[in-house]
């Protein structure tokens, strides 16, 4: 299927440092997703994005997250500043026709 | 309570054989995704349904969007079946999916 690409795999961070997870969606798609999965559990849906602009979001999705896509570039999520409870897998998706495609995550641990 | 409710929540199967997971939804959902977590943690796709059966292989998906439910049917399960597996709806009024909480699938000899 479609490849959704998300850099870096994993990343470390202190508590309180700002945190950039990047997300290449599929070229075509329109509709982007950040969705939250602690080890083991559920995965959450965080937010969703559309031209340019979020849609919906989640209480999963903090004052201190935002997303962008500049200029058609990388869809990203920033954290700012990063919380111990912050520490999980990211995953992005992407949807063209209604059918969302999953990137392979970012594992992100917060110390 | 949850939204989406699956179940069983781990499963144990012998090679060849086959069995269904399930997924109730408390609200209406327009449409249901399933996907195969692998052990690297990757979401695959497996199936894309607004309303019917569709069928893949060993594998194949029902969407009843009036009782509010869909299966996975695996038959003659392989070692690399192993995984987990996760329904996913999308409500009538938002792009987003609710996630069950997973099927643990053990295939083994």
């Known amino acids: 299927g479609p490849k959704v690409l998300q850099i870096p795999s994993h990343q470390i961070i202190d508590m309180g440092q700002m945190v950039t997870l990047n997300c290449d969606p599929v070229s075509n798609h329109l509709y982007f997703y950040w969705y939250k999965q602690i080890l083991g559990q559920q995965m959450e849906f965080l937010v969703n994005f559309y031209n340019g602009k979020v849609m919906e979001k989640s209480k999963l999705f903090k004052d201190q997250f935002s997303v962008e896509r500049p200029d058609g570039s990388y869809f990203t999520l920033k954290i700012q500043p990063t919380a111990l409870e912050d520490s999980a897998v990211y995953f992005c998706?992407?949807?063209?026709?209604?059918?969302?495609?999953f990137g392979p995550g970012t594992r992100l641990t917060v110390l | 309570g949850d939204q989406v409710e699956q179940s069983p929540s781990a499963l144990s199967l012998h090679e060849g054989t086959g069995s269904a997971l399930r997924c109730n939804f408390t609200t209406t959902m327009r449409a249901v995704q399933w996907f195969q977590q692998n052990s690297r943690g990757s979401l695959i796709n497996l199936f894309y349904?607004?309303?019917g059966t569709k069928e893949n292989g060993r594998l194949k998906s029902t969407f009843n969007s009036k009782e509010s439910y869909s299966t996975l049917h695996i038959r003659d399960a392989q070692l690399e079946d192993s995984g987990t597996y996760f329904c996913a709806a999308e409500g009538a009024n938002t792009g987003k999916l609710t996630f069950g909480h997973g099927t643990i699938l053990r295939v083994h000899p």
């Open positions: 349904l607004a309303s």
């Open positions: 998706a992407s949807e063209g026709d209604a059918e969302q495609f």
